[in-house]
C-alpha cells in the first residue's frame, strides 16, 4: 500500500474507530484506520457502499465523536477543538444540505450566519459565489424548485462561504446529469488549483481517475492507496473487449462470465470489456461467439472490481434468474409500450412536448437526460401514477387513460429514492407488496423466500429496511418490484450513488430478466449504466431530442479531436448542441 507522505498533512487518522448500533446488531464502520492526507490537491475516496465513506467525513468534520483513536484536521483535535475546525473547513453533505422551503439567498444567509460571515465580507462573498456557480439570476428561487445540478452548486456554494482550506464534499454528484458533473469538477479543481484542499467521496469511478490520490475503503478499512495509474498499471495486459453485433452482446457477455479466470464481463456500448485473472490468456473471438478480442488500457473501475472482488462477496450471478429460451428484441417484435404525441403541462408549464417512441418485447430501453428534462414525469404517466395532458400512453397493450389500474398491475416499478417503508423489517416490506399486488397466501410465502434468497437478504429480513446500507435498499426494492412477476418493468435512476459492485450485480438480474421476455424501460444519469440499453432516447425541456442505439449516439459526435468519444461526451454535447445553459 503506497502511503502518499506529506510534511504537514492537512489529515491524520490514528486508529480511528467509529461503530453504530443498528437495531440489535453493533455495526463497526470505521475499523482502526490509520492514514495521513496531504494538503493541496484533490483526494477521493471510493468503496462500496456501507464502506464508511460517510462516516469518515463526519469524523473529520467534528461532526461525530470517535470511540477509539485520534482525528486530525489542519493540525487540530477533531474532538476537542471540533468548533475551530467548523469554521476552517468547508463540509457539502450528501443531498447538498439545503432547506428547500427556503430561497437560494435565504440558504446562503443561514449558512453565513452559522460561519459568522457578516457585514461586507458577507455581501461580496454572497457576489462572487453567485457568480462563481451561475446562480446569480436565481437567487430569489426556492431551493427546491431548483435543477438537481442547481442544487448541487448551491450546497458547493454554502461550503464555501468561510474560504475554507479544506472542502469535504460527500458523494455531491450523486443523482445529478453528466453535465452538472462535469461542471461540479470543473468548479472544483479550479479551486483546488487555487491552493485549496479537497477530499471527495464519490460512487464514480471516472471522477476518481482525476484525482491526485485514491483511498479504497472497504469495511472500515483502508483497503488500497494510491495514484490512479498507480491502480491501473497493475492491469496492463489483463483488460479486453469483445467486440460483436449489438443484439449479441448479452450473449457474449453470458459466454464470458462462465470461463474461468474472468473477473469482470461489462457490457459497454462498442462491446463487452472483459477483466482476467492475472496469468490467464485471453479467450478466442469465437469462443465466446465475438467478432474480435482485443487488448484495451484499464480504467479506474477495473482495478477497483479486481482489488476488491476477493474482498466482498455481493449476490452472485447464480442467483439470478436462469432464461432457459433468451428473447433478443427484434425490429419486428410488436410493442409492449407506446407512446404517441403525449403532454403534460402543470399550469403554464409544459414539463412533457408531444413525446413518441415505442418499446419492444424484451428490449433495455434507456431514457436519458439532464436534470428537469421530464423524464420522471413521463415515467409517472407510464406507471398510471399520472394522467396525461393529451395524447397516448400505451402500456402491455391497455391505454393508461382509460384503464391506468389494469396497467398498473402488469407492472413493476423502482423509484428513484427509496420508498419503501423504513419503520418495517425486510420481511414486512415484502409481506406488505405481496397484498398490494394481490398474491395469494401460498404463493406470497413462495415469492418472499425467493426474494430474500435471489437478492441476499436473508440475514437482514427482520432488520428494519431503513437502517440497511445503500446497495441492500436497492435490491430490497427491486425484489419487492418484481414481487409479481411483471412483464414491464420500471427502473427510475435505479443505481444512484451504489458503488459498481453492486451496479454490476443488479445490471445482471435485468439483463437475465430481459432475455426471458421482460421488457424494461430505465432512466440514469451515469452513462456507462446507460451502455446496458439495447435502444437509448435522450430527453431536453420536455422533447426526444435523439433516439437511437448508444453506438450510434456516439458515432454521431465523433471527430478528429475526439474520434472514440465516450457515451457521457455524446451526451453532453448533444445536450449543449440542443441549446441547454450552463446554469441549469
Known amino acids: 500500500m503506497n502511503e502518499n507522505p506529506a510534511e504537514t498533512p492537512i489529515v491524520a487518522l490514528d486508529g480511528l474507530t467509529k461503530s453504530f448500533r443498528v437495531d440489535a446488531r453493533q455495526v463497526v464502520a470505521i475499523d482502526s484506520l490509520s492514514c495521513t492526507i496531504a494538503a493541496g490537491g484533490i483526494t477521493t475516496l471510493v468503496g462500496p457502499d ?11 468534520a467534528g461532526l461525530l465523536r470517535p470511540d477509539r483513536g485520534r482525528v486530525t484536521v489542519l493540525g487540530r483535535d477533531a474532538t476537542a477543538e471540533a468548533a475551530t475546525i467548523q469554521a476552517e473547513i468547508g463540509y457539502m453533505p450528501q443531498r447538498f444540505g ?30 462572487e459565489l453567485t457568480h462563481f456557480t451561475g446562480l446569480a439570476p436565481f437567487v430569489d428561487r426556492l431551493a427546491g424548485r431548483l435543477s ?12 464555501l462561504l468561510a474560504r475554507p482550506r479544506l472542502l469535504l464534499l460527500d458523494e455531491p454528484s450523486v443523482g445529478v446529469d453528466p453535465l452538472s458533473r462535469r461542471q461540479l469538477w470543473s468548479i472544483v479543481e479550479g479551486l483546488s488549483d487555487a491552493g485549496m484542499s479537497v477530499l471527495w467521496s464519490t460512487a464514480y469511478l471516472d471522477e476518481a481517475e482525476r484525482s491526485r490520490d485514491v483511498l479504497l475503503l472497504h469495511e472500515g478499512r483502508l483497503l488500497d492507496r494510491g495514484p490512479p495509474a498507480e491502480f491501473t498499471s497493475r492491469l496492463r495486459g489483463r483488460v479486453f473487449l469483445a467486440t460483436g453485433p449489438t443484439a449479441s452482446r448479452r450473449r457474449i457477455r453470458q459466454s464470458a462470465a462462465s470461463r474461468p479466470g474472468l473477473l469482470d464481463a461489462a457490457i459497454r456500448s462498442d462491446g463487452v470489456r472483459m477483466v482476467l485473472a492475472e496469468g490467464v490468456a485471453a479467450p478466442s473471438a469465437a469462443a465466446i461467439g465475438a467478432d474480435a478480442v482485443e487488448p484495451v488500457p484499464a480504467c479506474l473501475e477495473d482495478a477497483f472490481i479486481t482489488r ?10 447464480t442467483h439470478a434468474p436462469v432464461a432457459p429460451a433468451p428473447v433478443e428484441p427484434s425490429a419486428q417484435a410488436a410493442a409492449v409500450i407506446e407512446v404517441k404525441d403525449l403532454t403534460r403541462r402543470f399550469g403554464a408549464f409544459l414539463a412533457v412536448d408531444r413525446v413518441g417512441f415505442a418499446v419492444r418485447r424484451g428490449e433495455i430501453f434507456g431514457l436519458l437526460g439532464p436534470n428537469g428534462a421530464g423524464k420522471s414525469t413521463i415515467f409517472r404517466i407510464l406507471c398510471g401514477l399520472l394522467a396525461p395532458s393529451g395524447g397516448t400512453a400505451r402500456v402491455a397493450g391497455i391505454d393508461l387513460g382509460k384503464a391506468a389500474a389494469a396497467a398498473r398491475a402488469r407492472i413493476g416499478y423502482m423509484a428513484q429514492k427509496f420508498s419503501l417503508y423504513g419503520s418495517l423489517t425486510v420481511r414486512q416490506n415484502l409481506e406488505f407488496f405481496a397484498r398490494a399486488y394481490g398474491l395469494s397466501r401460498a404463493r406470497s410465502a413462495e415469492r418472499i423466500a425467493w426474494v430474500l434468497d435471489e437478492f441476499a437478504l436473508g440475514g437482514e429480513a427482520d432488520s428494519a429496511s431503513g437502517e440497511l446500507p445503500l446497495g441492500f435498499k436497492q435490491r430490497l426494492s427491486l425484489g419487492c418490484a418484481l414481487m409479481h412477476e ?15 459492485l453492486a451496479r454490476r450485480a443488479f445490471w445482471t438480474r435485468i ?25 437509448l432516447a435522450v430527453i431536453d425541456r420536455g422533447q426526444i431530442v435523439a433516439a437511437e442505439t448508444p453506438e450510434l449516439l456516439k458515432a454521431r459526435f465523433a471527430t478528429k479531436e475526439l474520434p472514440h468519444p465516450s457515451l457521457e461526451d455524446a451526451f453532453v454535447a448533444l445536450i449543449r448542441q440542443a441549446g441547454r445553459a450552463e446554469a441549469a
Open 511 to 535: 439483463m437475465r430478466l430481459a432475455d426471458r421476455g421482460v421488457t424494461v424501460l430505465v432512466t440514469s444519469h451515469f452513462m456507462e449504466e446507460a451502455e446496458y440499453c439495447d435502444r
Open 148 to 159: 438537481g445540478g442547481m442544487k448541487q452548486k448551491l450546497g458547493l456554494a454554502c461550503s
Open 308 to 317: 476488491l472482488i476477493g474482498a466482498q462477496h455481493p449476490a452472485s450471478e
Open 486 to 500: 411483471p412483464a414491464i418493468l420500471f427502473l427510475d435512476e435505479p443505481t444512484s450513488g451504489v458503488d459498481p
Open 98 to 127: 439545503l432547506y428547500e422551503d427556503l430561497t437560494v439567498a435565504e440558504n446562503l444567509a443561514l449558512h453565513a450566519d452559522l460561519r459568522q460571515v457578516t457585514g461586507e465580507t458577507r455581501r461580496q462573498r454572497f457576489a
Open 50 to 60: 456501507g464502506a464508511g465513506k460517510t462516516t469518515l467525513l463526519r469524523l473529520m
